[in-house]
Antibody, heavy 117, light 110 residues
Framework: QVQLQQSGPGLVKPSQTLSLTCAIS??????????WNWIRQSPSRGLEWLGR??????DYALSLKSRIAINPDTSKNQFSLQLNSVTPEDTAVYYC??????????WGQGTMVTVSS | QSALTQPPSASGSPGQSVTISCTGT?????????VSWHQQHPGKAPKLMIY???KRPSGVPDRFSGAKSGNTASLTVSGLQAEDEADYFC??????????FGGGTKLTVL
């Protein structure tokens, strides 16, 4: 079955870059029938869709468009999230998720990321 | 603050039915038949339970059902079981490649 395994640091300093990776097993990052998404969850903002990579193009939430990049890595069958110039407001649990049926059918385990000096 | 409004809590006894609502606007829930429901146990990854308002992915028990009326979607869990105790959140596609979510409802099986 499809599984998503997240990795990355749990602590990032303000103004630096948050970087997370989501390794895919049981599917391919090159699968044109699904999208690969990042979503975050925080007590103050709730759940928030951040962006996706789909069919070799990317879509991002408007509020983050200037700071975010999501990239596929076909050689490792994974995709990544980079969020620049982070502030404490970016503290959240970050999830990667496969997108299909106009929703998210497989989720990663989540990574708690704290932005603090 | 979440875009979709859910009650913070719901409860029922084993064997009973409970319904959780998800209220949005004509720009999200009311405008698209792309409402989904996810179950999340503490510390675990969310699990898709309902998609496109009322469809169940393979493996999800038919005790779980979804519906929509106007700007409000609902999830009904029939024949409550202890393992159904979890957080449930709704989501909706809103066009322009964007999704919004509910704040979540904690379901307690008494």
């Amino acid at each position: 079955q499809v599984q998503l395994q997240q990795s990355g640091p749990g602590l990032v300093k303000p103004s630096q870059t948050l970087s997370l990776t989501c390794a895919i097993s049981g599917d391919s990052v090159s699968n044109n029938n699904v999208a690969w998404n990042w979503i975050r969850q925080s007590p103050s903002r709730g759940l928030e869709w951040l962006g996706r990579t789909y069919r070799r193009s990317n879509d991002y939430a408007l509020s983050l468009k200037s700071r975010i990049a999501i990239n596929p890595d076909t050689s490792k069958n994974q995709f990544s999230l980079q969020l620049n110039s982070v502030t404490p407001e970016d503290t959240a649990v970050y999830y990667c998720a496969r997108g299909t049926w106009w929703t998210f059918d497989i989720w990663g385990q989540g990574t708690m990321v704290t932005v603090s000096s | 603050q979440s875009a979709l409004t859910q009650p913070p809590s719901a409860s029922g006894s084993p064997g009973q039915s409970v319904t959780i609502s998800c209220t949005g606007t004509s720009s999200d829930v009311g405008g698209y038949n792309y409402v989904s429901w996810h179950q999340q146990h503490p510390g675990k990854a969310p699990k898709l339970m309902i998609y496109e308002v009322s469809k169940r992915p393979s493996g999800v028990p038919d005790r779980f059902s979804g519906a929509k009326s106007g700007n409000t979607a609902s999830l009904t869990v029939s024949g409550l079981q202890a393992e159904d105790e979890a957080d449930y959140f709704c989501s909706s596609y809103v066009g322009s490649t964007n999704w919004v979510f509910g704040g979540g409802t904690k379901l307690t099986v008494l």
